[in-house]
Each structure stands twice: as C-alpha cells, then as structure tokens.
C-alpha cells in the first residue's frame, strides 16, 4: 500500500516553466504523475452511474483550500469518451455532476482536472494550473477513483536541483492529508493503494 524507496527510476520533471506568482513551478512539475493515491468501494446501489457522479460531487465540496476544479471530461456506454465535457473556462460546482448524469444516464466514468491551492514560503498563495487530477470509473461491482499529482510541493524530498523542499512541504502537506481524508470520509472508499516511486508517502499523504 505504501512507496518508500524507489522501486524504478522517478518520472523525469517536466521541462522548465515559467514561475507561477511566486513559485518557480520549472523545478519540480512533473511531466507524468509523481504520486497516486487509488481509492476503492463496493457499489451497493442499483445505479453505479450515480455513484461516479457522487464520488465528483463529494470531490468537488472536499477540494476548497486544495484544489479548484478546471476542466471535467466523461464517459458513456452510448457515446463513449469525452461524451461531456465542461472545458477550462466553464463554471464547475457541486451540481455540475448532477446536470452530467440527468443529461447522460450510461455514465461510466468522469475525470477532474484540478488546478492546485498552494501557500509560497513568503505566505502568500499560489494557483499550479493542471498540477492535479481525479478520475473516476467503474470496475465490475466496485467504484474506483484516483488522485494524481504533477507537482511534489507536498514532500519534504524533491527531486528538483535542491533536494530540501521542507518549507513547501510544512505549509503544504496539511492541504493534501486534508483532502485526502475529507474524501474518504465523504464517499465511503478506502484507499486500496499507493503509488509513488522514490518518495515517502502513506495513505494520508507524503510522509
């Protein structure tokens, strides 16, 4: 269930971007996702389609103070992928999954991406655009979902130039345990793994 040392090389860090407000995203953005953190539950309803659109609503009212949803993206039996979608740009809230499934009732899957709440080392705060992802699907009788992250802002150990990343770790980590939890709590699943090659990280987050 949990990653400590590396068990294959880590994902090589993206190419160097322009700072966001006050942080240098270049040094330790990801071009794939450095961590994952896969939940599972049992469907014991008779409408698995409403279970994914509730897994995103409670995701969406978990995410204040960690993330804001940009973009969303579905998928249905009838008209396959990206059947909906709400591009960066679209207004997305509680309801918005809601409006998917009365509009497309074969829902089997959804993805979230999410642009990340982060606090700088000065205190002030930070948007990562596209630093995120949730993905929701189905798998026989059971929901599973998964967070991804692109940035490693939570973990005390980079693998940017300067190792050292305590001071976004300590103000950051809380963000991401929290949400983590809050979505436990609000859909029921447990985590079933994680993933994360080269870092320390438990179910609650970065270690």
Do not use: K
């Not at 971007?17 to 014991?44: K, N």
């Not at 599973?144 to 770790?169: E, K, M, P």
């Amino acid at each position: 269930m949990t990653a400590g040392a590396p068990v294959n090389a880590p994902p090589s860090p993206a190419s160097a971007t322009a700072p966001s407000g006050p942080l240098d995203t270049g040094t330790w953005r990801w071009a794939r996702a450095c961590a994952t953190w896969t939940f599972e539950r049992l469907i014991t309803t008779a409408a698995p389609a409403a279970a994914i659109a509730a897994t995103a609503r409670a995701a969406i009212l978990a995410a204040p103070g960690f993330a804001r949803p940009a973009a969303a993206t579905w998928t249905t039996t009838s008209a396959g992928d990206d059947a909906a979608a709400q591009p960066r740009g679209t207004p997305i809230d509680a309801e918005t999954p809601s409006a998917v499934l009365h509009a497309h009732p074969d829902l089997i899957a959804g993805a979230l991406e999410l642009d990340l709440v982060v606090q700088a080392p000065d205190g002030s705060e930070a948007i990562l655009d596209d630093a995120a992802a949730l993905h929701i699907e189905l798998d026989d009788d059971r929901l599973v979902f998964w967070l991804s992250l692109h940035v490693d802002v939570y973990a005390r150990r980079s693998f940017a130039a300067n190792r050292d990343n305590t001071a976004l770790a300590e103000r950051n980590a809380p963000r991401l345990a929290g949400f983590l939890a809050r979505l436990a709590e609000a859909t029921g699943a447990d985590v079933a793994s994680v993933d994360a090659p080269g870092y320390d990280v438990t179910p609650h987050g970065f270690g």
